[in-house]
């Protein structure tokens, strides 16, 4: 069954080849084959075209591997899962691996990309890139739950993600990283608990928060 099949029909045509349903920004894990021939992973958004002609498109942030491996490599393993902790693990550390396809992916599809927009934003440049999709699976279906503790863990990766960033204030930051982790005391479950245990260690936000700390200098680099 494909994206187009559960989805609304006036967008069903953008996603056809792709083995979800694709509206607005979907999050997703995109697994990338760097030079030493494993496999890095990251955070990609994936934006649904509004016009079903055209193609769904991701974008880069700086000089990432992700960025590295698509200009080298044009391709790529789009991934879908509902573990939150490979959200914060691709967000937010460096994981690489032998096969490019995670454990937890519930679909994957085997995309070329091709970079058809760039612009510079502060310091750093963003890359639009369009993707194509070719082999896909899916590896198992879920019934469709909503849990605000996962939302939040999503979210979460991306303010974390942006700390200490050019253009972004780091107080405005880590209030939104405190509100995150309150939604996920409270609504999540033991793996968003952990997932959001591993954001605390990889960045330190808490402590950062506790001393006062608003500085909005220095960068790096994201997806």
Do not use: K
């Not at 204030?169 to 939104?176: G, I, Q, S």
């Amino acid at each position: 069954m494909t994206g187009a099949d559960r989805d609304d029909p006036d967008t069903a045509s953008a996603t056809d080849d792709w083995p979800v349903a694709l509206r607005g920004v979907t999050e997703s894990v995109v697994t990338t084959l760097g030079p030493n021939d494993r496999w890095n992973v990251a955070a990609l958004g994936l934006h649904a075209p509004d016009d079903p002609s055209d193609p769904v498109t991701a974008r880069t942030y700086g000089r990432t591997r992700t960025w590295r491996n698509f200009t080298e490599r044009g391709s790529g393993v789009v991934q879908f899962t509902t573990d939150p902790r490979t959200f914060v693990d691709a967000a937010l550390t460096v994981r690489e691996f032998d096969d490019p396809v995670l454990p937890t992916a519930d679909a994957w599809v085997e995309v070329t990309v091709e970079e058809s927009e760039s612009e510079v934003e502060g310091d750093t440049t963003i890359r639009t890139w369009a993707l194509d999709p070719a082999e896909h699976a899916i590896v198992q279906e879920r019934v469709p739950t909503i849990n605000r503790g996962f939302s939040a863990v999503v979210d979460a990766t991306v303010a974390a993600s942006r700390l200490d960033v050019s253009g972004f204030e780091t107080a405005e930051l880590l209030d939104r990283l405190r509100y995150f982790a309150d939604v996920v005391e409270q609504c999540g479950g033991p793996a968003e608990r952990e997932a959001f245990a591993r954001i605390d260690e990889a960045t330190g936000w808490r402590e950062r928060a506790e001393s006062g700390e608003a500085r909005g200098d220095g960068a790096d680099e994201g997806t």
